[in-house]
């Protein structure tokens, strides 16, 4: 008999998230959601087995605006499962319009868009090997090719903030950081990981719902709205990642409506890729020594 698959899914208290992991389970995968807030998190676990019947479903805690959460969320997993199939770095979103720095000095966006999925992801690899088809899929946006504006002398644009150019940058370089990885594990020599990221549409959430992005972009937000896709409808190229035999080789892509997509390369060229994933490195290495 084939051995249950595992997946870990960030922000699945609700959204996108709480939707792929309602799917996951009723298809019988051993699911463990993470959430920021216990009651959330504990509420959403109990909803997800009763819609699902599905009782192998668990919950780790943690604020991945903070390094030291993600090391110990990651912690957390080793630690009780040993084992991991599908790694689905969801949480995210975009911030308010004035910037904020974490308290490990990070500027809030990039930190848990990109820095917490980075440094996860980079601590459960080597039990995603352990997986005969271990698969990490990283929840982009198509806001990396609408608002992106990256200053590489100021990658946490501590001189030119704005929260759409933060969200955008943050997803594109989560692009470049899904890429990078897929072939620095291919020239490992490694076959049995897939990296890949996607965009999963105009999805209503609570994403943006709390974020003061300033008055004009707060009133077409509540008007664009009532368009948007259902979580349930967002899930499904997350789920297909996650499932579907034939992109079960396929890594380094960008996926949209389940489909291979090419991203924007406005912004790209090695050298920049280079640049983000020495900057994911040495920013994560640093505060992990700190630790
Ligand atoms: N909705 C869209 O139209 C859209 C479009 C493109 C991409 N996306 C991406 O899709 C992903 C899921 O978003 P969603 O639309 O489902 O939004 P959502 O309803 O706001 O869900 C986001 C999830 O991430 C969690 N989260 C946020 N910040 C966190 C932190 N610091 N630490 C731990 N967890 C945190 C949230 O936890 P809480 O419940 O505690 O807030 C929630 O579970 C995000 O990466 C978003 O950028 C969304």
Redesign the pocket.
């Known amino acids: 008999m084939e051995q249950q698959k595992t997946v870990f899914i960030?922000?699945?208290?609700?959204?996108?998230?709480?939707?792929t992991a309602i799917t996951l389970a009723k298809q019988q995968y051993y699911v463990i959601i993470?959430?920021?807030?216990k009651e959330?998190t504990v509420a959403a676990c109990e909803e997800i087995k009763s819609i699902s019947g599905n009782e192998n479903i668990d919950y780790i805690t943690?604020?991945?605006?903070l390094m030291s959460?993600v090391k110990k969320v990651a912690e957390t997993l080793i630690n009780k499962y040993n084992r991991l199939d599908v790694l689905i770095?969801?949480?995210?979103?975009?911030m308010d319009k004035d910037r904020k720095e974490t308290a490990e000095g990070i500027e809030?966006t990039m930190?848990?868009?990109l820095l917490?999925p980075f440094l996860l992801t980079n601590l459960l690899l080597d039990v995603l090997k352990k997986s005969e088809v271990g698969r990490i899929i990283n929840?982009?946006?198509?806001?990396h090719q609408l608002n992106a504006k990256p200053y590489f002398n100021d990658i946490e644009l501590k001189s030119n903030y704005n929260p759409l150019a933060a969200?955008g940058n943050a997803?594109l370089f989560l692009i470049w950081m899904s890429r990078y990885l897929s072939n620095e594990l291919k020239d490992q020599g490694c076959e049995n990981i897939t990296v890949n990221a996607l965009?999963?549409?105009?999805?209503?959430?609570?994403?943006?719902?709390?974020s003061n992005l300033g008055g004009l972009l707060n009133f077409f937000g509540k008007l664009a709205r009532p368009f948007?896709?259902t979580?349930q409808e967002?899930a499904e190229t997350i789920i297909y990642l996650a499932v579907a035999e034939e992109v079960k080789s396929i890594s380094g892509k960008y996926f949209e409506n389940k489909k291979i997509k090419a991203p924007s390369e406005k912004y790209y060229s090695k050298q920049n890729e280079q640049f983000i994933w020495n900057y994911c490195k040495e920013k994560t290495d640093k505060l992990m020594k700190e630790m």
């Open positions: 960030t922000g699945a208290t609700g959204g996108i998230g709480k939707a993470h959430g920021r807030n959330k943690g604020d991945l605006l959460d770095n969801n949480a995210g979103g975009i809030t930190a848990v868009n917490a929840v982009s946006s198509n806001s969200y997803k965009h999963p549409g105009a999805v209503a959430t609570n994403f943006g719902v709390n948007f896709k979580p967002g």
